[in-house]
C-alpha cells in the first residue's frame, strides 16, 4: 500500500513537470486551463490570497454592492476571450479601445477600484508578479465568500492580454432580454453546460440592475411576472423611456446583499428582475425548471453547484496568439 502511495505522488510528479514543460513551450500560444494550480504562487507570492482577501474585505464592508460588482467583472472578464484580465483596461492609450464601453458594461460595470486596490498591494509584496486576472478571480471568490457564499480553492497562473475587444464583449455577453435557448448556447459556446449556467446565473443572488435593463419586463412587456412585485417596482421605474434609466433595484429583492438561494426562491414565484432571469424558471415544465426548484429549496446544493461552476468558468482561456504579460497596472498594457 505505502509502496502504491509512493509511485502514485511519483507519477503525479512527472505529470506536473510534464504540464510545467508544456506551459512553458505553448505560452505563445495562451495559457491553457490545464495548467492553472492552486499553488501557482506559492513561492512566489505567498502572502497572496490574505492581501487579496483583506483588500475585498475593507472594499465589501464600505459597500457590500461592490462584492457583486466585482463577481459580475469576472463573468464579464472570462467571457470575452477567456479570463484575461482584458475587461480591467481603460480606453487608453489614445487610440486603444477597452471593453468597458461595450453594451454589457457601459454606465454597469463597476468594482474597478477594489481591484487596483487588491493589485497595488499585491504589487507592494511581490513586485510584476500576479496577474490582473489571477487578482480577479481571487477577488470574485473572496467577494462570493464575504457576502456569506461559499469558498474554493482558486486555481491560478493566469496572464493578463495585452489587447481588448469591445466587438468581442457586445458578442459573448448575454444580455437581459435573451430567452432560454439564447442563454444556453452563450454559455454552451464557452463550454458550460446548462447546469452551469443555470447555478452561475445564481450570482444574481446579490447586485442590482438599472431600471433599463427590466422597464420592459415591470411595464407589461412579460406575461410570467408577479404583479404586486412588478407594481412595486415600476415606482422606480416608469414605463417611459429616459425616465429613471439608471435608478436600480436588487436582483434579489428578499436579501439582496447575501450570497444565498433567495434568487431562485424569487423566481419560483415570479419574482426574477430580469426577463432573462425568469427564462429559468417558467413553472410550466421549462428545461431549468426543476433545477431552479431543486435550488430553491437545497442551498447547499446550490452552493457546491455554483463553486464548481466558477472553477469552470475561470478556466476559460485567452485564445491562441493572444500577447499575455504580467499587467503592473491593471488599466493599461505595460
Ligand atoms: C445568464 C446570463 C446573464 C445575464 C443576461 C446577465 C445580465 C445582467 C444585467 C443586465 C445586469 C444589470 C446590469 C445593469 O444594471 O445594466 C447584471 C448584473 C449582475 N450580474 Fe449578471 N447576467 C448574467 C449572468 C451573470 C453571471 C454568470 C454572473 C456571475 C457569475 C453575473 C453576475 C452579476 C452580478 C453580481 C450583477 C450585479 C452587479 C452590481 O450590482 O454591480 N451575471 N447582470
Redesign the pocket.
Known sequence: MAAFVISSARISTLAVALLVATTISCRGAGVAAATLSNKYYDKTCPGLQPIVRSAMAQAVAADP?TG??V??L??HDCFVNGCDGSVLLDDAPPGFTGEKGAGPNL??A??FEAVDAAKAQAEAACNATVSCADVLALAARDAVGLLGGPAWAVKLGRKDSRTASQAAANANL???G?GLSS?LASFAAKGLSARD?TA??G??T?????CL?FRARVNGGDAGVNATFAARIRQGCPATNGVGDSSLAP?DGETPDAFDNGYFRGLLQQRGL?H?DQELFSGGGGSQDSLVRKYAGNAGMFASDFARAMVKMGGLEPAAGTPLEVRINCRKPN
Open positions: 454592492r457583486a460588482s463577481l459580475r469576472f463573468f454606465g454597469s463597476r468594482g448575454p444580455g437581459p435573451s442563454l449556467m452561475l446565473s450570482a444574481h446579490v447586485g442590482r440592475a438599472r435593463t436582483l430580469l432573462s
